[in-house]
């Protein structure tokens, strides 16, 4: 399986890049618009948003975290995180994914319906992925799953066969090891 390259129009580019993804942290300040603004920075680039996740961190301060996963060149992931550092609102960026040392997750709730041995299995399976019933009936429970984005993938896929109706994600949050704040 190749990676995907990405080639520039401009003859100082040089060499193709291997398309990346990348985990970025924005500090912002809690005011309406500050989002739209965000995001039109990424729709009128035609940048992709893989996902996405904002909360207020700092109320005292007017403080919101936004979590971007996003993919690109490592040149195009720099000028998102140049482009992102001029707006008036952001305080800080960080990609965490060259950070090295940081820790990302999301939550998922998982509905699945079944009977007989499909919810037995359904059942062993949770319980070796660590999911916890939030809600069962008869024919159907609702999974709470946490972790990396690929494991909430393969529980996903296994349950599939079992009788997957439908899935709610969360979208990565991610934060740096260590004492050291962001």
């Known amino acids: ?22 985990t970025l942290s924005v500090i912002v300040d809690n005011e309406p618009g ?20 904002v909360s207020e961190t700092e109320h005292q301060k007017h403080l919101s975290r936004i979590t971007v996963v996003t993919r690109g060149t490592p040149m ?15 305080h800080r960026v960080v990609d965490m994914t060259v950070m090295g040392r940081s820790i990302e997750r999301e ?18 399976l949770a319980d070796a992925f660590r999911a916890r019933v939030i809600d069962a009936t008869v024919e159907s429970f609702v999974f709470e799953i946490t972790g990396a984005a690929d494991k909430i993938d393969q529980f996903v896929s296994l349950m599939l066969p079992l009788g997957l109706v439908e899935v709610s994600r969360t979208g990565i949050v991610a934060i740096a090891r260590g004492p050291e704040g962001m």
Request: no cysteine; glycine share 8%.
């Open 107 to 124: 939550l998922a709730m998982v509905k699945v319906r079944g009977k007989g041995d499909h919810r037995v299995e359904a059942l062993r």
């Open 34 to 53: 500050v989002l739209a603004r965000v995001i039109g920075l990424f729709s009128g680039r035609g940048y992709n948003i893989e996902s996405l996740t």
């Open 76 to 90: 195009v992931i720099e000028q998102i995180m140049n482009q992102l550092d001029r707006m008036v609102p952001v």
């Open 1 to 22: 399986m190749s990676t995907p390259t990405s080639t520039s129009h401009y003859p100082s580019a040089g060499i193709a890049q291997a398309i990346e993804i990348h």
